[in-house]
């Protein structure tokens, strides 16, 4: 942030005395002269702020000072609402970056309608806004740098963030009174026009070069959004083709209920994982009176959202992230589903080839193979036991032993920064650190790249101690 030394002497006056002023005069205590002078402001000031009041009787709008193009874009009422959001967040798991506090920021300054100088097209707040923020809140958040990210994936899979995820469940279990209908985990997977995988082929002896089959040298790609329950149901799937316009004709073959979105992009962005939220509401028929949980990995970008936290919030969803760098053992579609749904997909893609020779997939098939192998894996059975495996329902620690959290022992370090020396206590506070989100286990990347730098991520944390879960 730059070092602004002030150089003007206006509106030296303290912002409590001028209410106290205003509301003199309003109440008819005093006069402007007298009132001016007992409370040590500027009578022509006071005469403005009197008639701003006047006009929206707002004692703190009207007596807030506004000198210079330096001004804050927000009220107090709205920065405190802000540092509610990233607290509820980091309460979640959901670990933030400055740059994606940055966009929360412009989120919010667009709901409200704000008159602001952010940055239109990348939808970020400026960086010095984000160092003034930090400042004017430093008693509540604060910015913690965590290990390299080489390092990150090993250290991860810890013991503590595992019982820190373990006690949020219970919590939000026991408060909520949530049985296994209302547990759901959410997760997105890459389906693409060619094998990942070529299986091996009887070929003559000594031939050194042997080929198979394929659909093209890169393919396309198109996301899947699957949902499970631990009582072994599952959402309709929604499918995400890199396009700009939906035709019926993609959907032939889908899984029953399945819809279609489009994004030229590939990736999964937060305005389509809304829409999906929505539907996931009246799926589950969530409400305030009958919460769900809905375990995720939120350090993928379109998790990050206002809107998002709100609708949640509305309709009675309770958004939980699981640790960094664990959904390789706790994410229970990761578990039990993305396997097999890989497995039977290369399956019945070689075997259309086959069938079709000379001919290439499109994205006009994938529904329809992608349909066959979902009815295949999407199992009562291996819904349940991805839940019981990752421990999350029933809810049991013991499935991981200590041999599963070596690889963190030996890598387990903190690197903290000045700001945080005297807040960070791996014993009493809860710590997330996001790294770069990771590929959809089984299947190519499709999570919106990290915009974040590539070596060290910086998260936000809250100061203090984790009690409870709103």
């Known amino acids: 942030m730059r070092n602004y030394k002030r150089i003007s002497e206006r509106q030296t006056w303290n912002e409590t005395e001028m209410q106290q002023a205003v509301l003199s005069v309003i109440n008819g205590d005093h006069g402007y002269k007298k009132a001016a002078a007992m409370y040590?402001?500027?009578?022509?000031?006071?005469?403005?702020?009197?008639?701003?009041?006047?006009?929206?009787?707002?004692?703190?709008?009207?007596?807030?000072?506004?000198?210079?193009?330096?001004?804050?874009?927000?009220?107090l009422e709205e920065e405190a609402e802000l540092v509610q959001y990233v607290q509820q967040m980091e309460k979640m798991l959901f670990g933030l970056?400055?740059?994606?506090?940055?966009?929360?920021?412009?989120?919010?300054?667009?709901?409200?309608?704000?008159?602001?100088?952010?940055?239109?097209?990348?939808?970020?707040?400026?960086?010095?806004?984000?160092?003034?923020?930090?400042?004017?809140?430093?008693?509540?958040?604060?910015?913690?740098?965590?290990?390299?990210?080489?390092?990150?994936?090993?250290?991860?899979?810890?013991?503590?963030?595992?019982?820190?995820?373990?006690e949020l469940v219970e919590n939000v279990i026991d408060i909520n009174k949530i049985d296994v209908e209302r547990v759901w985990n959410v997760d997105e997977t890459g389906i693409s026009t060619v094998p990942k995988s070529l299986s091996k082929v009887i070929s003559t002896k000594g031939k050194r070069q042997v080929g198979s089959l394929t659909s093209a040298e890169r393919g396309q790609l198109v996301t899947a959004v699957v949902c499970c329950s631990a009582s072994g149901r599952y959402m309709p799937p929604m499918l995400i083709f890199p396009r700009k316009g939906i035709k019926a004709e993609l959907m032939d073959g889908a899984p029953p209920g399945a819809w279609a979105?489009?994004?030229?992009?590939?990736?999964?962005?937060?305005?389509?994982?809304?829409?999906?939220?929505?539907?996931?509401?009246?799926?589950?028929?969530?409400?305030?009176?009958?919460?769900?949980?809905?375990?995720?990995?939120?350090?993928?970008?379109?998790?990050?959202?206002?809107?998002?936290?709100?609708?949640?919030?509305?309709?009675?969803?309770?958004?939980?992230?699981?640790?960094?760098?664990?959904?390789?053992?706790?994410?229970?579609?990761?578990?039990?589903?993305?396997?097999?749904?890989?497995?039977?997909?290369?399956?019945?893609?070689?075997?259309?080839?086959?069938?079709?020779?000379g001919r290439v997939v499109k994205q006009f098939q994938i529904a329809s193979?992608?349909?066959?192998?979902?009815?295949?894996?999407?199992?009562?059975?291996?819904?349940?036991?991805?839940?019981?495996?990752?421990?999350?329902?029933?809810?049991?620690?013991?499935?991981?032993?200590?041999?599963?959290?070596?690889?963190?022992?030996?890598?387990?370090?903190?690197?903290?920064?000045?700001?945080?020396?005297?807040?960070?206590?791996?014993?009493?506070?809860?710590?997330?650190?996001?790294?770069?989100?990771?590929?959809?286990?089984d299947s190519t990347s499709t999570t919106e790249p990290s915009t974040s730098c590539t070596g060290v991520i910086y998260t936000l944390v809250i100061k203090g101690v984790l009690k409870g879960f709103i």
């Not at 920064?417 to 996001?434: G, I, K, P, Q």
Request: overall charge positive.
């Open 40 to 75: 040590g402001v500027p009578q022509i000031t006071l005469k403005r702020r009197v008639a701003k009041f006047k006009k929206n009787p707002d004692i703190e709008d009207a007596c807030k000072k506004t000198l210079g193009a330096l001004k804050t874009i927000f009220t």
């Open 97 to 166: 970056t400055s740059y994606e506090l940055r966009k929360l920021a412009f989120e919010l300054a667009e709901k409200n309608k704000k008159a602001y100088k952010f940055n239109k097209e990348f939808g970020v707040a400026g960086y010095d806004w984000y160092q003034g923020f930090m400042l004017r809140h430093a008693k509540h958040l604060s910015l913690r740098k965590p290990e390299a990210t080489s390092a990150a994936r090993e250290m991860g899979f810890n013991k503590v963030a595992v019982n820190k995820f373990f």
């Open 261 to 357: 979105e489009c994004n030229p992009s590939e990736w999964i962005q937060t305005g389509l994982f809304i829409n999906w939220l929505k539907k996931f509401i009246l799926h589950t028929g969530a409400t305030k009176d009958s919460p769900v949980l809905l375990i995720l990995d939120g350090h993928a970008t379109h998790t990050k959202s206002i809107e998002l936290i709100d609708i949640a919030r509305e309709n009675g969803v309770i958004l939980l992230c699981l640790p960094p760098q664990c959904t390789h053992k706790m994410q229970p579609l990761d578990i039990s589903f993305m396997k097999p749904l890989s497995t039977f997909y290369d399956h019945n893609l070689r075997k259309w080839l086959k069938t079709n020779p």
């Open 369 to 441: 193979l992608f349909g066959a192998t979902y009815l295949d894996a999407a199992t009562m059975t291996n819904a349940i036991n991805g839940f019981k495996k990752a421990g999350i329902w029933p809810v049991d620690r013991s499935v991981f032993t200590d041999a599963d959290f070596i690889a963190a022992e030996v890598t387990d370090m903190s690197i903290i920064t000045e700001d945080t020396e005297s807040f960070v206590n791996t014993d009493s506070a809860l710590t997330t650190v996001s790294a770069p989100a990771t590929k959809p286990s």
